[in-house]
């Protein structure tokens, strides 16, 4: 029979092999993909709502400084500088200290350590899985292209696949520098609690063992709450404006 030692000599229950979560403006939320806690549907559509929000006024802002410096950006220019409002906007908001407490209580949950506060303010607010990780492997592809224009003209092929040789080694790094400066912040007591109570929610419903039909753990991923709350708003931002 096998006994899992870091259990025994932490006091912890068994815990799922991996676990997914968001950061919310309300809370955190966690899931092991058939089973979940912490931030409800509400919560997850605002995270949608927020970004979406986030995205469409800094359009505005862009169109707005182009029409009255009578600058027009190039297409990578104007993107690169969206995405830099766009980090900068995050990184002041509530959902980076949320952010940093999801991933610190995720190492915790996966390593099988004592979920407290004491802990898990000392696990690292990066994580591998984290989808910043795609924006950097986004962004390494967009400036390698940007950088090749030229040679696009007469071999966009081997420009396209030496984006993709590029992107591939490199944006995993960029995507923890990424996080650890950006898309992350040092999370207060509060958040720090929250993902706590998200992970015993978590563990609560995951050593219950229900089955779980596909479609709700399609629905438990959090990923359909978010996309349907930002494409909600930015029907209703659009509609307004």
Sequence with gaps: MGIDLRNVLTGSEP?????????TPFGVYLTSGSHRG???????????AMLATCNFFIIILLDISASISGVTL????????????????????????????????VHALEQGLPLTPACVVHQPRAHLRCGTNLMAYMLVFQ??????????????????????GVAGPT????????????TTKPASTRQIASALFAARALLASWSAARPV????????????????????TMWGLMALF
Excluded: K
């Excluded at 092999?17 to 968001?22: A, E, Q, Y």
């Excluded at 220019?77 to 995050?90: Q, S, Y």
């Excluded at 950088?147 to 993709?164: E, N, S």
């Design 38 to 48: 912490g931030a409800g549907d509400v919560a997850l559509m605002a995270t949608g």
């Design 15 to 23: 815990r799922p092999p991996r676990v997914g979560g968001l950061a």
């Design 74 to 105: 190039s297409p990578a220019w104007r993107d690169a500088t969206g995405m830099l409002f766009f980090l900068a906007l995050i990184r002041l908001s509530p959902l980076a200290g949320y952010h940093a407490a999801e991933h610190q209580t």
């Design 213 to 232: 039909p596909r479609w709700l753990r399609v629905w438990r991923l959090g990923l359909v709450q978010v996309v349907g709350g930002a494409l909600l």
């Design 171 to 182: 944006h995993r790094r960029l995507g923890f520098i990424l996080q650890q400066l950006v």
């Design 143 to 164: 400036a390698v292209l940007f950088a090749a224009a030229p040679l696009a003209a007469w071999d966009l092929p081997l420009v396209l696949l030496a984006a993709l």
